[in-house]
């Protein structure tokens, strides 16, 4: 009988600190779990956070046919102009600017063809003396100029089209460079007829 006892007693104790370490395991889980859904919940908050910052809409020139998308959470259209040639979009201080247009400059003289070689060109001989060019590239139907303009920063792609011209350039402050260098390639590769 004493041993029956002990026994039962035996298997309660063992039951007791089973149900126990079942009860902490099933709270180290919880925790764990809770661990995984806030992990998920910060990268979901995140790519949130990096999709708002690289909100993207497109803007096109219907007089011309070409288009551009412009990150829309820090540049403001500001209505195209009266003949319908392009916008420009500024942000909120006004200090970053972005230029879409067409542009006439080969109509401006009809005893020289004008070509986008003569464009670019043109481009990168000016004598604005607080401009300095760091990169430019031409191709056979466009053009890439960027550097540095009364201090702030450049970059410019002008393209011909079966309307002529079309250039596309924004001026950023150096304190915006690293949002700007990173939508740039987003912007001027969607800047087509």
């Not at 500001?78 to 879409?100: C, H, M, P, Y």
């Not at 070509?115 to 056979?140: C, H, M, V, W």
Request: with cysteine; hydrophobic share 25%; charged share 30%.
């Amino acid at each position: 009988m004493k041993t029956a006892r002990k026994l039962a007693l035996s298997i309660a104790t063992v039951m007791i600190i089973l149900t126990s370490c079942n009860m902490n395991r099933k709270s180290d889980d919880n925790s764990t779990t809770t661990q995984i859904i806030k992990e998920k919940e910060e990268n979901r908050e995140t790519q949130t956070d990096k999709q708002d910052a690289y909100k993207f809409e497109t803007y096109c020139n219907s007089r011309f046919g070409f288009c551009i998308d412009y990150p829309s959470n820090k540049l403001i259209p500001q209505g195209e102009s009266a003949n319908g040639d392009g916008q420009i979009f500024t942000s909120e201080d006004e200090k970053t600017r972005l230029w879409v247009y067409r542009d006439f400059r080969d109509n401006a003289s009809i005893e020289e063809e004008f070509n986008i070689q003569s464009a670019f060109e043109s481009d990168i001989q000016t004598n604005k003396p607080n401009r300095s060019i760091t990169y430019k590239k031409l191709g056979s139907d466009y053009y890439v100029v960027s550097g540095y303009n009364d201090g702030k920063i450049f970059y410019q792609k002008t393209m011909m089209t079966d309307k002529g011209l079309a250039t596309s350039l924004i001026e950023y402050p150096e304190s915006e460079r690293e949002y700007y260098d990173k939508v740039s390639e987003t912007i001027f590769s969607s800047f087509k007829e």
